[in-house]
């Protein structure tokens, strides 16, 4: 008798406790949202491939069922709904706020196929249905415990036999350091209860520790110093809820590993091939971290030392999935492929020699070199038809179309050309060049008459200079593109266009430099310079996948 009150006590008060720590979040999220941006990496279509390339047969992204859990105002999902009107999306979060925000915009864009939440993960049982792809970013290293586990529990009560759950989490050892300079910070506000005066406070402190040495381990003092540095230019928010809330809790990679093995989970993947240990190595590495490691775990905890990592976004799906981890670039003809890299210097001879061609990102963070004739065509193919992507078969054909715009014969199409073609496109996948996917999204990249960008676009951009496109990256627009993007819903011909543009500049609205960078004013000289800088705008946001089909 004495044994079950005690546990019937114990229960209650773990539940008070959880209630209490969720009602704490909520209100810490309602006083200081949480400004999200889009999460590629959690995109269906993100995960969809992964298990794509590992043997899974997921559900197609266009039909299938998404649940976010913390969602905040939506923002990484409110795109996602608009550009797959047929998939069924559900965001729950404790903060009341936030659901109104995202509530609000998904009325005026007109989704009816998001369905946002004021929920606490315990309310979710088996009655709420089972999803396809569950995303949980930003969430599981902020919240308790038993929030944690519950996380894991909807995971696998929740998700369809052939789903995928995204999960993100801070990791161990690259937390250590920043660990301390958060107990410092927390430390330092401790009686401070208004968020604003707790930020400007604990920005102090991080300053002092900055400028001033009194270590007696140089080392140590560096290491803080460095981390301190990374929150100078941070926002309030971040701030707030990265190191001042009440959660934060980094794990090792194994760790994680055995806590969904609980909960009947099992390791998938990271978000892309580019953060697995097994994949981002070379050759050598490869090698070498296999004789190591008895295991794909043991492999990516040791990469974690190795590397000091302090984030993941790890895929896990049922322990009952068959993953196939040994044919991975043989389903590369499931996918379809793109890469926003573009050649620097290119010729007909250089492309058709050994000769090594550098390929470059737009914003110039990150290059890949390349010599084979096959994987020099396969980037300039896929390069020209960014931002829309090609299948294999397809890529083959602009291959040879290539060959012959260089005066060199057509490669005839088999076997063995297919084999070569799918291991330099896996080397280039893994190192990052290119990207697969699984599904073409609702793209153009032909400038028509009456041009139109996503109804979101266009209210981001009315907001301010971040929008999100159709591959759901962030980017940012310079002030003439925050003006006409907002003008491109499908009705306006682009010389309606010009004209709104020119008058919101001869009335003062913005102004316009022309390339001596000297503002103009004559109507003429408006007009003009208006038509030079939208002909070398809408080909801009087309290249950007901000046009839609």
């Known amino acids: 008798m004495s044994n079950s009150t005690s546990s019937h006590s114990h229960s209650a008060a773990a539940a008070q406790s959880h209630a209490d720590s969720a009602d704490a979040q909520a209100e810490s999220y309602d006083a200081v949202p949480y400004v999200g941006s889009s999460c590629p990496e959690s995109h269906p279509d993100a995960l969809a491939t992964m298990a ?208 969904i093995q609980q909960h009947g989970l099992t390791y998938l993947s990271e978000s892309s091939l580019t953060e697995m240990a097994a994949h981002s190595l070379d050759e050598a590495g490869r090698k070498a971290i296999k004789q190591l490691s008895p295991s794909i775990i043991d492999a990516e905890q040791n990469a974690d030392y ?54 470059i990102s737009p914003d110039q963070q990150r290059t890949m070199t390349a010599g084979a004739p096959l994987l020099k065509l396969s980037l300039l193919a896929l390069s020209r038809a960014h931002p829309q992507p090609l299948t294999v078969d397809n890529l083959l054909t602009q291959i040879n179309l290539l060959l012959n715009e260089c005066g060199a014969n057509a490669v005839p199409i088999n076997d063995e050309l297919h084999n070569a073609l799918k291991k330099g496109l896996y080397e280039m996948l893994r190192y990052g060049g290119i990207t697969a996917m699984t599904y073409a999204p609702p793209l153009t990249t032909t400038v028509s008459q009456c041009p139109r960008a996503s109804s979101i676009a266009r209210y981001q951009a009315q907001r301010g200079p971040t929008v999100t496109n159709l591959l759901h990256y962030s980017g940012h627009l310079d002030i003439f593109g925050q003006q006409i993007v907002p003008l491109l819903d499908g009705t306006r011909d682009l010389e309606e266009i010009t004209q709104i543009m020119t008058d919101l500049i001869l009335g003062g609205g913005i102004t316009l430099a022309n390339a001596d960078n000297q503002s103009v004013s004559d109507p003429d000289d408006v007009e003009n310079l208006v038509k030079q800088t939208l002909d070398h705008a809408m080909p801009y946001l087309a290249r950007n996948a901000l046009l839609v089909a």
């Open 52 to 259: 794509t390339l590992f043997g899974l047969k997921p559900t197609p992204i266009q039909q299938a069922r998404v649940l976010e859990l913390g969602c905040g105002t939506g923002w990484n999902i409110l795109p996602i709904a608009q550009n797959l009107p047929n998939t069924q999306f559900t965001g729950i979060d404790v903060s009341a706020r936030q659901i109104d925000i995202g509530r609000d915009l998904a009325k005026k864009l007109e989704l009816n196929n998001l369905d946002l939440r004021v929920m606490d993960l315990q309310q979710i049982d088996d009655a709420f249905g089972q999803f396809d792809y569950i995303i949980c970013h930003g969430v599981y290293s902020w919240v308790d415990q038993p929030t944690q586990t519950r996380i894991l529990e909807i995971c696998k009560n929740n998700l369809t036999p052939q789903g995928v759950a995204y999960i993100s989490y801070n990791t161990m050892p690259g937390w250590h350091a920043p660990l301390t300079l958060r107990d410092a910070m927390r430390h330092h506000v401790a009686d401070i209860t208004d968020p604003q005066r707790r930020v400007t406070e604990a920005l102090m402190l991080v300053k002092w520790m900055i400028d001033n040495d009194h270590s007696n381990s140089p080392a140590w003092q560096a290491t803080l110093a460095e981390e301190a540095r990374e929150l100078e230019n941070k926002p309030e928010w971040y701030i707030t809820h990265e190191y001042l809330n009440d959660h934060n809790s980094p794990c090792y990679f194994h760790e994680f590993n055995e806590a």
């Open 306 to 359: 190795l590397r000091k990592r302090r984030f993941r976004k790890t895929l896990v799906c049922h322990e009952s999935a068959a993953i196939d981890r040994d044919h991975v670039a043989d389903r590369l003809v499931e996918l379809h492929l793109t890469t926003a890299l573009q050649p620097q210097t290119l010729n007909a001879q250089s492309l058709i020699s050994n000769d090594t061609v550098t390929f």
